[in-house]
């Protein structure tokens, strides 16, 4: 059973720190998601990449937040420094082609940031 | 850009009630549509999916939805709730590789 695995489950950090959050996407999925969720903003995508390439990373606060793929098992996600408004939890999805569009989710990163 | 909204913010009902949710989406070019299901303190699981053919969909767990297009709706139902069907409900469309999702509809369940 193929399955997004993302660590660490949970952060605990503080504010000023680097925060960094690895996502395994499934094996043979092309493309990559990375997700924030809170209560107040629900689900935001934050960043999207297709053949390791980012095709959009518009909802990024990019002076802080980064996102890589450096090969195709593995994607990073990474805020420095971080801040308590970035506690959230983080998403990673994956997907594919075909079918078309369809999306599996990690069981994500909660963060929290003091 | 296509946006997706959803009718309720909280639903409470009890057991054996029958559920719908409303999801309504912006887009009007050809628009996959999915219904997704968190339960507490997990990750979002896929209930159902359409890209094309019989606008009625079934899904896991009993779920089913419905694709109206003169409506833009895709609306989810269930006939009969169970307690563990507690769980937030979100609704999303994509376009390309991109899903939009709604705010999500939290329901509860009670015995």
């Known amino acids: 059973d193929a399955r997004v695995t993302q660590t660490p489950r949970h952060k605990v950090t503080e504010m000023g720190q680097e925060v960094t959050m690895r996502c395994q996407p499934i094996l043979g999925h092309n493309t990559v998601f990375w997700y924030r969720q809170t209560m107040m903003q629900g689900l935001e995508l934050l960043a999207y990449f297709r053949n390791r390439a980012p095709l959009d990373d518009s909802g990024m606060p990019k002076d802080r937040f980064s996102a890589e793929m450096p090969d195709a098992t593995l994607a990073t996600l990474k805020i420095q420094p971080s801040e308590p408004r970035d506690s959230a939890v983080y998403f990673c999805?994956?997907?594919?082609?075909?079918?078309?569009?369809?999306?599996?989710f990690g069981p994500g990163t909660r963060l929290t940031v003091t | 850009a296509q946006s997706v909204s959803q009718h309720n913010h909280h639903v409470i009902l009890s057991e054996a009630a029958s559920l719908e949710l409303g999801c309504n989406y912006s887009y009007g070019g050809t628009v996959n549509l999915f219904w997704y299901v968190q339960y507490p303190g997990q990750h979002l699981q896929l209930l159902l999916k359409?890209?094309?053919?019989?606008?009625l969909v079934k899904g896991i767990k009993g779920f089913e939805a419905e694709f109206i297009k003169s409506k833009f709706s895709f609306n989810l139902r269930k006939p009969s709730v169970q307690w563990s069907d507690t769980a937030e409900y979100f609704c999303?469309?994509?376009?390309?590789?991109?899903?939009?999702f709604g705010a999500g509809t939290t329901v509860t369940v009670r015995a």
């Open positions: 999805a994956s997907g594919s082609a075909s079918p078309a569009y369809e999306q599996y």
């Open positions: 999303a469309a994509a376009n390309d590789y991109k899903l939009s």
């Open positions: 359409y890209f094309s053919g019989d606008p």
